[in-house]
């Protein structure tokens, strides 16, 4: 069973199990400054993402507006309301890698994952997504997989790549 499928589609043991954990961490952190984005953190680790149903249960065990919640999960890029892939894909479209091609490789995985930006692959592997500049600007056009950079890529290139996930 890949990642996608234990933190997508739990299973409703899973499920409470999960919601458990995540009340034991809400009534850790709770009473603590600026615990929030540590809580949803925790929550996002534990369930796989921050549904709006999770949200709620989060701001009822806090005690703070539901509103409150949704502005922290909306704002900040790593958290995701949706359930993401097995592998992050980050393309780099930063000014060096644009000129360089970076574009193609967008286009080329649209096609070849058959997903938008800002998507998930309909078997769970691949979330793809945009990132602007990964400090890689001289051996530009460059991505990332999950941690892994990977430096002048191609066309070519790319289906070496993908094939080794
Ligand atoms: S612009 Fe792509 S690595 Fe800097």
């Known amino acids: 069973m890949n990642e996608m499928q234990v933190k997508g589609t ?7 199990k999960a919601y458990s954990q995540i009340a034991s961490v809400i009534d850790l952190y709770k009473n603590k400054e600026g615990s929030l984005i540590q809580i949803l953190h925790l929550a996002q680790e534990i369930y796989g993402h921050l549904p709006l149903e999770l949200q709620e249960f989060i701001s009822m065990n806090m005690d703070i507006p539901l509103s409150e919640v949704s502005g922290v999960v909306s ?5 995701s309301t949706v359930p993401r892939g097995e592998h992050t894909i980050r393309v780099c479209l930063g000014t060096a890698c644009y000129v360089r091609g970076g574009k193609k490789i967008v286009e080329y995985l ?10 998930t692959t309909s078997d769970g592997k691949f979330t793809f997504e945009i990132a602007r500049c990964i400090g890689a600007c001289g051996l530009a056009p460059a991505m990332m997989i999950d941690d892994t950079v990977y430096k002048q890529v191609n066309v070519n290139k790319l289906d070496k790549i993908l094939d080794q996930y």
């Open 10 to 16: 739990l299973t409703k043991e899973e499920k409470e």
């Open 110 to 119: 649209q096609e070849r994952l058959g997903v938008e930006l800002g998507g």
């Open 75 to 79: 704002f900040y890029s790593f958290f």
